[in-house]
């Protein structure tokens, strides 16, 4: 091989070992195999950087213009998918405007107007969304729009502010530390990764980034006539193993235009890697600075749910990785060069290049291997199953209250894509709280009945005025009208609300519980003889249902994963069971003794 093909061949295995090491790091992979937004947005993300690249390689205007156009119809396209991207693309718009300075001090207008056209053609999509989905919030004036792109995607950016919370530093200093002990030891391969990007890193900024330098110098067809290719085919002959897209520090006294094209590739690349690492900062500090759920004892949850968010800061690690492992490669074929290991540079066979492949590999291959039997969810089927187990035992028209993700997703899932269960009236307590719930009665076709604009708290001012509805005036205009109202997940209200407590009942019903009027509720002998028939549906139709034998695993699904939170749901209904019917025992006890 020629010295340049052997260059090409660890820059493209470094490049896919950097890839492959990202996909297959846990993190990533949890979230390629959920229904979440993450999987696509580090496809967009990744895509906005190549573009990027692509536009600091350019070195002809017509390029150039190509390149910030595909940038910016990205920026449109990633924030659509995901707006807290926003923080990732500031740098890079500023970097795409620091090069296009002079164009722009020329004709402002034209440039701000294309890239503007191309950016609002990206982020179209995100008015799709709104428009079709139902439960997405009020969006028929200016006001309820601008207020669900606010709210829908910047309320993780918003910093802890209630007065039990921790401080800021604290928070970012435990989130910091937190995101650097799973980079290190969970996902990249015990501090391997990280060193690399650094040394990817610091090459980058000091030295010429791998793909910075035009074609005709890496190996693509030539765009210039032949007799210069053959000059350059010269130049580049006479160098040392360390080829043009790897570090070139020999120093020549003549300017030829391979040291001014390399010359103007370094400028370009420490501009480039600095944009870059302004992105990285900005996502993990932002993020880092930002908490859900900010209060001491919260911190953990706190991590488990920003930890989606570090997937955008990786990228960038990982791919400063692959640049590492390109320049240090090259840094010890060079170094063997030297010592006279290698006499031949069209040697058939090149150990250095060849071991510089098989470690490429290995990482990659290594990455997978720890991570395989953590990750592979081929098997898992938890979701549909709890969910089926929720909606399976319910009567026929019955209303289902729920509260959280868990629930909320997996039953609109189930009923809207599966069309199982659609008789079943699934309501958000969260969403039926908000001011422009009003505009979603009609959704429900006539099935419930709203007493009110939206649901508030028993003390509010809408309630005592009428225009609003409190959870007990809700079942009871509901209550004699449908199959039964059921609330699953750990809903507050029952445990809050003197009215709700002073009329009605909640008795545990399989992975929900029923609510009943005190003078309604059903003896021991009845809920006893209900209970256990809906327990028994559920152990014995393991093949669609969730029985007690398959939650998911404790040391697969620790806490911060979803399939987590239906093991502790589950298990939390089988203690309220058994509770409810112990303090039935207890009160036929002191009855009759």
């Not at 340049?4 to 890839?19: C, D, E, K, Y």
């Not at 520090?249 to 370009?268: D, F, S, V």
């Not at 029952?494 to 009027?517: C, D, I, K, N, V």
């Amino acid at each position: 091989d020629s010295p340049a093909t052997v260059t090409s061949t660890t820059t493209l295995l470094a490049a896919a070992a950097a890839a492959g090491i990202f996909a297959w790091s846990p993190l990533v992979w949890q979230f390629a195999v959920t229904a979440e937004v993450f999987a696509l947005n580090n496809a967009l993300l990744a895509l906005l950087l190549y573009s990027t690249l692509r536009f600091a390689c350019s070195w002809t205007s017509r390029d150039r213009r190509f390149w910030a156009c595909a940038t910016a119809l990205l920026c449109g396209l990633t924030l659509t998918n995901q707006l807290g991207a926003i923080l990732f693309e500031m740098s890079l718009v500023l970097y795409l405007a620091w090069c296009l300075r002079r164009d722009l001090a020329r004709r402002p207008s034209a440039i701000i107007l294309e890239q503007g056209e191309w950016f609002i053609v990206g982020f179209l999509p995100y008015f799709y969304v709104p428009l079709t989905a139902r439960g997405f919030g009020d969006v028929t004036t200016w006001h309820g729009l601008w207020s669900q792109v606010r709210q829908g995607g910047f309320r993780v950016l918003q910093p802890a502010s209630d007065p039990g919370s921790v401080t800021d530093q604290e928070s970012i200093l435990h989130g910091l530390g937190v995101y650097a002990w799973d980079l290190a030891l969970r996902q990249g391969l015990w501090g391997v990764l990280p060193l690399l990007a650094l040394m990817g890193y610091v090459a980058a900024t000091l030295f010429t980034a791998p793909f910075l330098l035009p074609p005709r110098y890496s190996g693509e067809r030539a765009k210039v006539t032949q007799a210069t290719d053959r000059y350059i085919q010269r130049i580049v002959a006479t160098l040392p193993a360390i080829q043009p897209s790897c570090v070139h520090t020999e120093q020549t006294t003549e300017q030829g235009p391979y040291q001014k094209a390399e010359a103007k590739a370094r400028g370009e690349s420490r501009q480039v890697t600095w944009a870059l690492g302004t992105a990285w900062v900005l996502s993990l500090v932002a993020f880092g600075f930002a908490s859900l759920e900010p209060s001491q004892e919260r911190l953990e949850l706190c991590n488990s749910m920003m930890a989606r968010f570090w997937m955008q800061a990786n990228l960038l690690v990982f791919m400063w990785a692959g640049v590492g492992m390109d320049w240090l490669s090259c840094v010890v074929a060079r170094g063997q060069s030297r010592v006279g290991r290698r006499q031949d540079a069209r040697s058939s066979f090149n150990p250095i290049s060849s071991l510089a492949h098989a470690v490429c590999m290995v990482l990659a291959l290594w990455q997978f291997q720890k991570h395989y039997a953590m990750s592979d969810q081929h098997a898992n089927t938890y979701f549909e199953k709890y969910t089926r187990s929720l909606l399976e035992p319910l009567p026929r028209d019955s209303v289902l209250l729920v509260n959280h993700d868990v629930q909320w997703n997996s039953l609109r899932y189930m009923q809207v894509c599966e069309n199982y269960r659609p008789d079943v009236t699934v309501l958000n307590l969260s969403l039926m709280s908000l001011p422009w719930w009003a505009s979603q009665h009609g959704r429900y076709g006539g099935k419930v009945i709203f007493p009110g604009t939206h649901r508030v708290p028993e003390n509010h001012s809408l309630a005592r005025e009428a225009r609003a509805f409190t959870t007990c005036k809700f079942l009871d205009a509901n209550i004699d009208r449908v199959g039964g109202i059921f609330v699953a997940g750990n809903l507050t209200f029952p445990q809050t609300e003197g009215q709700f407590r002073s009329a009605y009942t909640a008795l545990p019903m399989g992975l929900s519980m029923q609510l009943f009027r005190h003078e309604e509720v059903w003896t021991m002998r009845q809920w006893l003889t209900r209970h256990f028939e809906v327990w028994r549906l559920l152990q014995q139709r393991p093949q669609d249902l969730l029985p007690l034998a398959e939650l998911p695993a404790f040391d697969k699904y620790p806490k911060g994963k979803w399939e987590y939170e239906i093991r502790r749901d589950y298990l939390n209904h089988l203690a309220e069971a058994a509770a409810h019917a112990l303090e039935e025992a207890i009160a036929l006890q002191e009855q009759y003794h």
